[in-house]
């Protein structure tokens, strides 16, 4: 059992908004840890995606976007691309100085 | 450019032992902090261990406290893991990670694994 959860898996069509949940708890988001996001397209390492809650490494497109609220967090994708399908996985801390990582979802590309 | 390349994974029977190796190119070594983390076939990453830039700062997922080691030689630019103990739930793809410079639970960058399988 992930410390962090999400939905094991979400779909949307090319071009459409889909969001990405991810749920703490106060050991750690409702801490203060921020949340970072990777993505793993299929048979490659992960990648990081968004870090400290909202931020895009260079070469990341804008299209994707975080967000964290109290002990919740969600990545948004606009204009989903064939090339999205992958899983997504979110990251923090917590307070026993400990990674943790959310279960994963998989994005499909309908 | 970042480059990190595991090696030493393979195939060991319940209760053996395995080292596995990182080398790290294109950075500062002795600058970062550096992790793994795994991944069971099929299933979501794990973290493991991370390790401070002299060694002097070590944690361990509660999973692997007390049989796996985590390590640095900075000379060498590489990071090793000595895994101990190995148990069947251990088997997994294990990556390094570089660490954030800013961020200690951050995995920058990330090799492309190591399997690992454990099995009699």
């Known amino acids: 059992q992930s410390v962090l959860t999400q939905p094991p898996s979400v779909s949307g069509a090319p071009g459409q908004r889909v969001t990405i949940s991810c749920t703490g708890s106060s050991s750690n988001f409702g801490a203060g840890y921020e949340v970072h996001w990777y993505q793993q397209l299929p048979g490659t390492a992960p990648k990081l995606l968004i870090y400290?809650?909202?931020n895009r490494p260079s070469g990341v497109p804008d299209r994707f976007s975080g967000s964290k609220s109290g002990t919740s967090a969600s990545l948004a994708i606009t204009g989903l691309q064939a090339e999205d399908e992958a899983d997504y996985y979110c990251?923090?801390?917590?307070?026993?100085?400990?990674?943790?990582f959310g279960g994963g979802t998989k994005l499909t590309v309908l | 450019q970042v480059q990190l390349v595991e090696s030493g994974g393979g195939l060991v029977k319940p209760g053996g032992s395995l080292r596995l190796s990182c080398a790290a190119s294109?950075?500062?070594?002795?600058?970062?902090?550096m992790s793994w983390i795994r991944q069971a076939p099929g299933k979501g990453l794990e973290w493991v261990s991370y390790?401070?830039?002299?060694?002097?700062?070590?944690y361990y997922a509660d999973s692997v406290k007390g049989r796996f080691t985590i390590s640095r030689d900075n000379a060498q630019n590489s990071l090793y893991l000595q895994m101990n103990s190995l148990r069947a739930e251990d088997t997994a793809v294990y990556y390094c990670?570089?660490?954030?410079?800013?961020?200690?639970?951050?995995?920058?960058?990330w090799g492309h694994g190591t399997l690992v399988a454990v099995s009699s």
């Open positions: 990251q923090s801390y917590d307070i026993s100085l400990t990674v943790v």
């Open positions: 390790i401070s830039y002299s060694g002097s700062g070590i």
């Open positions: 294109g950075f500062t070594f002795s600058d970062y902090y």
């Open positions: 990670a570089r660490v954030h410079n800013n961020y200690v639970d951050l995995q920058e960058y």
């Open positions: 400290g809650n909202n």
